[in-house]
């Protein structure tokens, strides 16, 4: 890709040109790749106000519901296409006991949260809800077992409880429960974080304990299970390596944990309250998980060249101050035009690296951190990463198209340098193609000139996603300042598009 750079201070200080011109060659007969619909995943924890209050409120409840699930939240998630949902964390995942979320809701015992906020758990949200939520949303249900405090037994167990449709003990207990056939669970995370709040332990430690407890997960009845290692933070390569060396191929997939965040002790900064620096730091920081991920792909490689081990991103986004007046440890932040913006520069690059990533999980889907929903008791708003799930639906499981892209980029906080186009096009299974454009400049529109190689383009469609203010965010009296709208300002002629994308403004295209 041929940048032209600009310095920081001229960038900073100097006002830029009103307008940038950007020019992308898309190889539309070169697509190889499928771009795993798992890539656009998301996650639950029992965090906060994300499962009690955001997913479930219960049968009883005087908020609409369907079967307890809420049913504005349902909706807008059916409306998603959620491929994926990983619960029960994070952190609480490792002390978890999943025999205290089935049975009688009354009866069930009740547990201090102790990792957010030692909450009382009630447990009235278990398997059952959960799974049966998946099977309603239409999307895999991802589970995060229990190493850092359960036995090999109770992790056996709840897989047999799941997916045996035997006469064996556990299928009988569920069948008791309410459940005649097996749930389809193919995801399972064995461990979360277990360098930190699964256990504290060393990468060495940790694999065997893998591989213990990954061989009695078994696969009944068919259901074939997709085995996870809790993986790295961030740039923890050793972490890869050492699992990688002594895991191998016992494991289908491995984690990482990317967050866009400024630091894991003091002010992670306000959600909505920041400058024009503040936000270019964002983009070069959510920018860095390019890097990062090329390097543990390296790392893989030297093991896997075939890259049949998945790389799951499965914990990842914007991670800023709790609200004031939030319950502290509850991890309810607002979500700003500028988290929409990681979402989408981050969502092009999990497509331009599906040949290894096999999912991604925002955290989390309501509620909590860079959510997609927010909610207070009635009221329910989306937010504007919401709306970047919502436009980027097309790109689930359609195959990615190479693409060069030649654009500006200026540097910015933190040592890092930022191109001001973010870009991504795929072949949907109907045929259509599906670009995605980002205009990350707060000031400049941007001309672009998109070369097709190799389709025959008819017609145009698209949307815009943009506001007034990058710090412009939707709440619950003005649910709508920040929404997409029709673009229709693209000219075709003779394979090329033209068009102008505003500043701060995120596009995505449908082409015939
Ligand atoms: O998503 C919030 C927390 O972040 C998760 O529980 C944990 O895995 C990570 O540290």
């Known amino acids: 890709m041929k940048r032209i750079l600009i310095s920081s201070l001229f960038a900073l200080s100097m006002p830029l040109l009103a307008q940038e011109n950007a020019t992308i060659n898309i190889h539309a007969n070169e697509g190889k790749q499928i771009i795993y619909k798992e890539i656009y995943g998301q996650f639950a924890e029992h965090l906060g106000t994300c499962i009690y209050g955001g997913l479930w409120v219960g049968e009883n409840s005087s908020i609409p519901n369907i079967k307890g699930y809420r049913t504005d939240v349902f909706n807008a998630l059916k409306n998603l296409h959620v491929p994926v949902l990983r619960w029960p964390g994070g952190c609480f995942a490792d002390e978890y006991h999943w025999t205290d979320g089935i049975g009688p809701r009354d009866q069930r015992p009740k547990m201090q949260n102790n990792n957010w906020g030692g909450t009382i758990e009630n447990n009235s949200f278990g398997t059952h809800e959960f799974l049966n939520l998946c099977e309603m949303l239409g999307c895999e249900p991802y589970i995060s077992g229990n190493v850092g405090s359960g036995t090999v037994e109770e992790l056996a167990k709840w897989v047999e409880y799941m997916t045996s449709a035997g006469d064996t003990p556990m299928a009988k207990l569920r069948r008791q429960n309410g459940r005649q056939e097996p749930w389809h669970v193919k995801f399972l995370g064995v461990g979360n974080e277990s360098w930190g709040c699964g256990g504290n332990m060393r990468p060495e430690y940790y694999a065997d304990l893998y591989r213990r407890y990954s061989t009695y997960c078994r696969n009944y009845d068919g259901n074939n299970l997709y085995k996870i ?38 002010s992670k900064g306000s959600a909505t309250k920041f400058n024009n620096d503040d936000y270019y730091w964002t983009m070069g920081k959510c920018l860095e998980i390019e890097n990062v991920i090329k390097k543990h792909c390296d790392i893989m490689d030297q093991t896997d060249p075939k890259k049949q081990t998945g790389l799951l991103v499965d914990e990842w986004g914007t991670w800023w101050d709790e609200e004031q007046g939030t319950t502290r440890g509850h991890l309810y932040q607002q979500n700003a035009l500028r988290d929409a913006f990681v979402a989408a520069l981050t969502l092009n690059v999990f497509n331009k690296h599906t040949d290894r990533i096999r999912m991604a999980n925002i955290a989390q889907v309501v509620n909590v951190l860079q959510s997609m929903i927010l909610t207070n008791d009635k009221q329910m708003v989306l937010t504007p990463t919401y709306h970047v799930f919502e436009m980027y639906k097309g790109f689930q499981d359609a195959t990615y198209l190479p693409l060069d892209l030649t654009c500006d980029s200026m540097s910015v906080r933190g040592d890092r340098k930022i191109p001001l186009v973010s870009t991504s096009a795929a072949k949907e ?3 259509n193609i599906i670009i995605s454009l980002a205009n990350v400049s707060l000031k400049n529109s941007e001309d672009l000139t998109i070369n097709l190689q190799g389709a025959n383009v008819q017609k145009v469609t698209g949307r815009i996603l943009t506001s007034k203010n990058i710090t412009d965010f939707n709440d619950f009296d003005h649910p709508n300042v920040v929404e997409p709208t029709d673009f229709n300002n693209v000219k075709i002629k003779k394979g090329e598009l033209k068009l102008k994308v505003p500043a701060k403004s995120i596009v995505v295209l449908e082409l015939k």
Do not use: C, Q
């Open 229 to 266: 290692a809790s993986g790295a933070s961030d740039y923890d390569y050793t972490w890869t390596k050492t699992l990688m060396d002594r895991v191998g191929h016992r494991m289908d997939g491995i984690s990482l944990h990317y967050y866009t965040v400024t630091g894991w002790s003091g």
């Open 429 to 431: 299974k109907n045929g």
